[in-house]
């Protein structure tokens, strides 16, 4: 098929199954590469290189530098990974959540939830599993830092805000209007969301 030209040294990386950087500083000329390396070690089964691991770990603080729609670009992306719920894990696990932000709280029990939506599920119900247990005030600071607009709003702070009024919806004597006041600005996917979590306990 002719001659392999590899200056980089990747087919030897290929063999051994390791994700490296080109060079020392590649993670903060463009940190979106910390999540592209979670990406592709999870779907490929590879292994981030020791060198290229001490990078990742002193340039995790370099996602602040990132637009809201740098970071939503690259979650959007994550999502529709056949691995997603595992990349996600080992984000966690990297410390790249928090990095986000650390009002953003993704634990292995919403990731679980989160594999077992069906492949049609929208952005807001996604959003919503996935980031359950915040706090409205968590919730609201996580919002602001992706910078999404209403979607991700809806899908993040929604949520929260049903947490917050789950005790008043749990009673039996509430009427239907009373029900709909509630619920008002709250997306329906959002409530749809709510529905699943709770069909599960």
């Known amino acids: ?22 060079h020392p500083g590649s993670f903060e000329d463009d940190p979106t590469r910390l999540f592209r390396a ?17 990078a ?25 990974e056949s ?16 990095a986000i932000s650390p009002a953003l709280r993704i634990n292995s029990r919403s990731i679980e939830q989160f594999e077992q939506l069906p ?8 959003l919503a599993v996935l980031t359950c247990g915040m706090n409205a005030e968590e919730a609201n600071t996580a919002s602001d830092r992706l910078d999404g ?10 949520m929260a805000k049903l947490g917050e009024i789950a005790s008043v919806l749990d009673q039996d004597n ?13 997306h329906p996917d959002t409530v749809r969301a709510y529905v699943l979590r709770s069909e599960e306990h």
């Open 119 to 126: 492949s049609n599920a929208s952005l807001i119900t996604r």
């Open 56 to 80: 990742f770990e002193n340039s995790i603080e370099k996602i602040d530098l990132l637009s809201g729609t740098r970071v939503r670009n690259e979650l959007v992306s994550i999502f529709h």
């Open 38 to 54: 979670v990406k592709y070690s999870t779907r490929l089964g590879y292994k981030i290189g020791k060198s290229t691991q001490e």
């Open 1 to 22: 098929f002719g001659n392999l030209v590899d200056p980089s040294g990747g087919f030897s990386d290929v063999i051994r199954k390791q994700i490296k950087i080109h």
């Open 149 to 158: 607009g209403k979607e991700w709003h809806d899908g993040i702070f929604g």
């Open 174 to 186: 509430l009427k239907n209007s009373e029900i709909v006041d509630l619920l008002s600005g709250i």
């Open 83 to 98: 691995q997603a719920g595992d990349i996600l894990r080992e984000m966690e696990q990297q410390g790249l959540v928090a």
